[in-house]
């Protein structure tokens, strides 16, 4: 086993927890869990614009539904706390002021107006706009009511990501940055640089939109003579269509908002890995225990990864499917349908067994299961519409239907007796399954589609069956 990784999940919190965050989580816990290193959750929350009241909770819990159990952040401490960036003003200046005296930070004196013009004057003269080719000769003295800014050595730099591999970038790439902002706060450039040093941070796990800035953050370190975490960064999540990078519109959703709809934590894991990685075998379903043994960085892919909600789904099925009944049926309190209530657990145990298999969420339960406990009224339509019961005449439906019936008032309604009885109702009407168990399962589910007839009708049992027989006769 490779020596302790400590990795941490940085969010900022705005309010809102998509899939390509959770994967930088996922992939952080799970290379501190592999290796019995830590794995640590810092707020980032210097941004005072866009801090969300609300937000830092909303990613606790989101964590925590998921499983993703961190060893020292906000709420409960560890041995490098604070950890949330705006309680840690007083480290940032600590660092500044080192970047001060070794005359590398200097504080920028311009006005917005100023800073156009020298834009202006680089578009003019068709060159790239550059801080650094604008820095004052004789800077103020720093006094907090001006940015800071790095002052930059640029250099070439030849470098291996974990995940992109070998990287080269010229010195054009470097730049003079702000470490700490006008309003006293530091930039996440700055503030991440310093918080990953003193919370002895070894892997940086994160979004592909760092990557151009990584260049300025090596100068920066080579600055204050530090060495720099491994890095590793993901590939991006792309729309479902493949060709641009999923947003909130392309129907992807807050995780904890799939948690709600029956999303088992495993499957969201499963799934927010298979995003940009594979163990390289042709295994799709991963317990999370198998994740923590196979995850590795030089496993996930450069190119961006697509989301696609219909895996997930099928996914969710299959984690489903694996679960011991008594264990999906905890799982299940909160998703029944407000009239099975009325129901006792043996029964409500018995429809679950039914559906197990085709239950994509847990949510869907009411829609699958609704017949079992509601009595739902004769709809015609569901007859009309079936392409070859609408073929038969009132007469005939009804016929096949009583005679259903009549067999039916004989059985005991156990599995073996109602299986060998509807075989026999084939026989003596001369009908398909197609024609008469549809027939048969309308008239008892009111709904197109549900598990096996015989089953079904055990489950039930027979005074609903042949009432609900009664009414469809009734209503021909
Ligand atoms: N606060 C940054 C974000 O939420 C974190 C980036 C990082 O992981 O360093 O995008």
């Not at 908002?257 to 499957?267: F, Q, S, V």
């Not at 995850?295 to 961006?304: A, E, I, K, M, P």
Request: charged share 25%; hydrophobic share 35%; net charge negative.
């Amino acid at each position: 086993m490779s020596s302790p990784i400590r990795t941490r999940f940085a969010p900022s919190p705005t309010g809102y927890m998509h899939v390509g965050g959770v994967r930088t989580a996922l992939f952080a816990w799970l290379l501190a869990r592999q290796t019995g290193g830590q794995f640590v959750l810092r707020i980032e929350d210097t941004d005072r614009a866009r801090h969300v009241e609300g937000a830092e909770q909303h990613i606790i819990d989101s964590l925590k539904a998921l499983g993703l159990n961190y060893d020292e952040g906000p709420d409960i401490g560890g041995p490098f706390a604070p950890y949330r960036q705006s309680q840690r003003l007083d480290s940032y200046k600590r660092w500044a002021q080192q970047l001060i005296d070794s005359g590398r930070a200097y504080a920028d004196p311009y006005s917005a107006e100023d800073m156009q013009k020298f834009r202006d004057q680089a578009q003019a003269n068709k060159q790239p706009f550059l801080y650094r080719n604008h820095r004052p000769d004789k800077p103020p003295v720093w006094d907090g009511t001006m940015p800071l800014r790095f002052k930059s050595e640029p250099k070439a730099y030849q470098r291996i990501d974990a995940v992109m591999g070998e990287l080269s970038t010229g010195p054009e790439t470097i730049d003079d940055f702000i470490l700490i902002k006008s309003d006293g706060y530091p930039t996440y450039n700055f503030a991440h640089i310093i918080d990953d040093t003193e919370m002895r941070i070894s892997h940086i796990i994160r979004g592909q939109e760092f990557l151009a800035s990584i260049p300025n953050y090596l100068n920066l370190y080579e600055a204050l003579g530090l060495t720099p975490p491994i890095m590793a960064t993901m590939p991006h999540i792309m729309a479902p269509d493949g060709k641009k990078k999923l947003g909130k519109r392309d129907g992807a959703k807050d995780v904890l908002d799939y948690i709600r709809d029956g999303y088992l934590p495993e499957t969201m894991l499963n799934f927010i890995a298979s995003l940009g990685w594979n163990d390289g075998s042709e295994q799709e379903i991963f317990s999370v225990q198998e994740l923590i043994d196979k995850f590795s960085l030089d496993r996930v892919q450069r190119s961006g990864a697509r989301f696609d909600e219909q895996r997930l789904q099928w996914m969710n099925g299959a984690h489903i499917r694996n679960l011991a009944l008594d264990d999906l049926y905890a799982l299940c309190a909160a998703y029944w349908p407000a009239e099975a209530n009325q129901s006792n657990d043996n029964y409500k145990q018995q429809v679950l067994g039914l559906v197990q298999e085709r239950l994509k969420f847990l949510a869907e339960l009411p829609e699958l299961t609704g017949f079992f406990f509601i009595d739902l009224p004769v709809n015609p339509e569901l007859i009309t519409s079936n392409k070859q019961l609408s073929k038969l005449s009132q007469e005939e439906l009804k016929s096949y239907l009583e005679q259903a019936k009549a067999s039916l008032e004989q059985s005991d309604f156990s599995l073996d007796d109602l299986t060998s009885r509807l075989n026999d109702l084939l026989t003596t009407t001369g009908q398909k399954p197609g024609i008469l168990f549809s027939l048969i399962r309308i008239a008892t589910t009111q709904a197109p589609f549900s598990p096996s007839l015989a089953e079904t009708l055990a489950v039930l049992g027979k005074d609903r069956s042949l009432a609900r027989l009664n009414s469809q006769i009734n209503a021909l």
